[in-house]
């Protein structure tokens, strides 16, 4: 059960990333295994030990989509310096940032986002405010202490913790 008594108000601050998308079977594997494999190879963690890790379903699930075919996309980012090489399949892009409603979930707790949209909603003090990136108005989910969990051998996908972000502004 998850008490929306503790949802926080955060301040996500602009920034340059590297982003990948694939539309396929496991299109959040897929970008992983690039985001991953980029952030190792280029010592991201040693030149900004501060980066962020974000995801988006890209496209969203349709029941539109035909019989066979992958249901969503996924867009992975992280957090780079404006200056940083990125290269194929990856693109840089700017990042706005800006203020979220945030709850902490465990890997697998989807059935939040519901709960926080309706947290949003019932606010008094926020509305909704529909941004980047377009395929789901705004709202991200961020990997918590993704850095220090990519080269953890101990680490699980169990152990996996993230914040839905949706995307405010005071009323």
Known sequence: ?????????IKLPPATVASVQFYCEEPE???IAVIDKFVNESALGKVKPDTRHYGFNNPNPSPDIPEGEPDHGY????????????PEPLVKKYFKGGLYAAKTIKMGDFNVWGLLWDWVQASEKYDYECREPDSMGGCLEEQIDYLINLNDPAFTEEKMQLDLLVPIKIK
Do not use: Q
């Open 29 to 31: 594997r897929a970008c």
């Open 75 to 86: 867009e992975m980012w992280v957090t780079i310096p404006g200056d940083f090489e990125v």
């Open 1 to 9: 059960m998850h008490d929306l008594k503790d949802v926080r108000i």
